[in-house]
């Protein structure tokens, strides 16, 4: 299968995408190609000029200071699987993506400007209260990712602004994280996934976050849960019974397809969120 | 658009459109047609190849994206007339039939091994996700990845 007909022009810095999209105002950025070249291959998309941002160094970096890591946008997968830095959750949802050859080339920037309801990412960036940061001709812009993901496929990103780096605070002292999916046999993309980030002090939850994805229009964070689990003692029981309160956050627009049902989603994203749960717990020991 | 990249050691420069896909760019340019295509949705993994040292599904590339990259493919793995270990596994321990699917899996299974020698079987499993075959049911397969691993040691 061949993609459509288009221009190519490759950006070699941050600066030279931006003038290159300012001077191609229709133009589509392609970083890794690995959400853009199959949907262009089913003429899902068929962009007239394409600005490869694969090469720009501007873009791929990670590294962690005074309990913040930061990502930059071209950073493949395989890269954030394999850090130590960046909180457990995003290392075992980037090692869970697809497979090592979609790992080695997909990247974060383009994974969540894609904003596929059925990616992990964007669950584990909303669950760690992630903050996005973007450049554009008018500057940048820093976007929690609780409002960078607006509906399916659709974000916050105005024309011509590029994903530049992900920011989140790491796993810190008594703190654990995890992401739990149900995965489409035949591509990995998550039918269900879920994202915790607990703290427990004295054996009780002083903080939880959670967020689930795959089976609603975009990434959503879950509050009911949290506020079920602080201030209750960490155990099996407790997080049973608040990953349950998940249902009262997953709104009415669950999603069903040929793999599965949204009642059998719906029903798995109780089982994902106390998997997440309890894994988080124990790395919060 | 003019490409350049380096094939099983020899460099080759063609002149392309920007919408070829590397693995057109190997089979039709280059004629070298042990890559395969399996699929049209970026799943089977047939098209596996060597990029810069990395597994890569060369369905899922551009021609241009690979410019100055240096490629492996399978016609390249083996040394002369002496076939790579993985090569060799998969012949001792039947890990092919039809062998559509091979070429794109040996590529695949020489990197998870060359990055991890002792994998478990489910670490195999896990690696050769992005690799469907149709025949084999994957026993023989997971059989030969772990012959070669035993052979290539501490990688190569
Ligand atoms: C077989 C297969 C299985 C997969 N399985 C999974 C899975 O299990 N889970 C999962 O989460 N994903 C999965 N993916 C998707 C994968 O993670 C993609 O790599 C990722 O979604 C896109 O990243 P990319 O760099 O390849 O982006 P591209 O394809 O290059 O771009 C995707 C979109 O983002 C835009 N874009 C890219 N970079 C930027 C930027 N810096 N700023 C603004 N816009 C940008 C592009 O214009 C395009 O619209 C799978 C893909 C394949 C092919
Ligand atoms: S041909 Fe199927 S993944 Fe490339
Ligand atoms: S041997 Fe036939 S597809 Fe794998």
């Known amino acids: 299968m061949y993609p459509p007909k288009f221009d190519y022009l490759r950006a070699d810095s941050a600066a030279n995408a931006l003038e290159l999209l300012a001077a191609n105002p229709d133009a589509k950025v392609m970083a890794g190609g690995h959400s853009l070249i199959p949907a262009m291959n089913l003429r899902l998309a068929d962009p007239g000029t394409i600005i490869d941002i694969g090469r720009v160094a501007d873009f791929k970096f990670l590294s962690a200071n005074d309990g913040y890591v930061g990502i930059g946008s071209g950073t493949t997968h395989a890269e954030v699987a394999a850090s130590s830095d960046v909180p457990s959750a995003l290392s075992e949802a980037a090692g869970l993506i697809g497979d090592p050859q979609v790992r080695n080339r997909g990247t974060v920037g383009g994974n969540i400007a894609h904003a596929d309801p059925a990616s992990d990412l964007p669950t584990v960036l909303v669950a760690l209260d992630a903050t996005i940061s973007t450049v554009s001709g008018s500057g940048t812009r820093m976007i929690k990712a609780g409002d960078f993901f607006v509906d399916l496929f659709e974000t916050a990103l105005n024309d011509g602004e590029l994903v530049a780096e992900i920011s989140m605070n790491q796993d810190g002292a008594n703190t654990g994280s995890a992401y739990a999916k149900l995965s489409n046999p035949a591509s990995r993309y998550a039918m269900v996934g879920a994202a915790a980030r607990v703290t427990v002090e004295g054996g009780v939850f002083t903080a939880v976050s959670v967020a689930v994805g795959g089976l609603t229009p975009k990434a959503q964070a879950a509050p009911s849960v949290g506020a079920a689990l602080v201030g209750q003692a960490a155990t099996a029981d407790n997080i049973a019974a608040a990953a349950a309160a998940v249902q009262n956050d997953l709104g009415d627009d669950v999603m069903g397809d040929i793999h599965a049902s949204a009642d059998y989603r719906r029903q798995m994203a109780t089982v994902f969120v106390k998997r997440a749960l309890t894994k988080a717990t124990e790395r919060a020991g | ?156």
């Open chain 2, 1 to 156: 658009m003019k490409v350049s990249m380096t094939v099983n050691g020899k460099t080759y420069t063609r002149d392309v459109e920007p919408r070829m896909l590397l693995v057109h760019f190997l089979r039709d340019e280059l004629g070298m047609t042990g890559t395969n295509i399996g699929c049209d949705t970026s799943q089977c993994g047939a098209c596996t190849i060597h990029m810069n040292g990395m597994a890569v599904k060369s369905c899922t590339t551009l021609a241009v994206q690979a410019d100055g990259a240096t490629i492996t493919t399978i016609e390249g793995l083996a040394n002369g007339s002496e076939l790579h270990p993985m090569q060799k596994a998969f012949w001792e321990n039947h890990g092919l039939q039809c062998g559509y699917c091979t070429p794109g899996m040996i590529m695949a299974a020489t990197k998870l091994v060359e990055n991890n020698p002792n994998m478990t079987e489910a670490e195999i499993r896990h690696g050769l996700e992005g690799n469907i075959c149709r025949c084999t049911g994957y026993e023989n397969i997971v059989r030969s990845v772990k012959a070669a691993a035993a052979q290539m040691g501490g990688g190569d």
